[in-house]
């Protein structure tokens, strides 16, 4: 499927919006102090995630996906990558639900802290998934073929 560059500017530009965004959201939702119940606010920021990684694909592909379709994307991906990528994002925000604990005893500065660490793993995760549906769109091809070709 040929994209025009109009088009392909129209979806990036979407997908900008929708980015920054969701950063925007997720590291003011981390910045809010909330003591003793970081871990379930960095399960709902993971959540979060995930929608923004759907809405990604939704703006690239004008298809509709949920939460379900994109575990299936990342099955076929391979199951040790999907376990793999699963644990180590997993890990990455029990850790900063750790961090955010120990920061929200820092007034102001350590609830910035928190907040920018969150936004930067959101707009990472956000990014990279772009990167591979937009080269997908580009190529014709699946996003989780071009993202097994890049990490193969």
């Known amino acids: 499927m040929a994209v025009s560059s109009y088009d392909l500017r129209k979806k990036r530009k979407k997908v900008l919006y929708a ?3 969701a950063a925007a959201t997720t590291g003011v939702a981390s910045g809010t102090p909330t003591p003793g119940l970081e871990a379930p606010k960095q399960a709902a920021i993971a959540i979060g995630d995930v929608v923004l990684m759907a809405s990604i ?3 690239y592909f004008d298809d509709d996906i949920d939460a379900d379709g994109i575990k299936d994307m990342l099955i ?3 199951l040790v990558a999907a376990i ?3 644990l ?3 890990g990455v925000k029990a850790t900063e639900a750790i961090l955010a604990e120990v920061l929200n005893w820092v007034p102001v500065i350590g609830w910035v802290l928190s907040g920018l660490i969150t936004a930067s793993v959101t707009l990472t995760v956000g990014a990279l998934w772009c990167w591979g549906c937009d080269n997908a769109l580009r190529e014709g091809k699946s996003p989780v073929t071009v993202i097994k070709q890049a990490f193969a």
Do not use: H, M, V
């Open 19 to 21: 980015l920054l965004g």
């Open 57 to 59: 694909y939704n703006i």
């Open 76 to 78: 076929e991906a391979g």
């Open 84 to 86: 793999g990528g699963g």
């Open 88 to 90: 180590a994002y997993g």
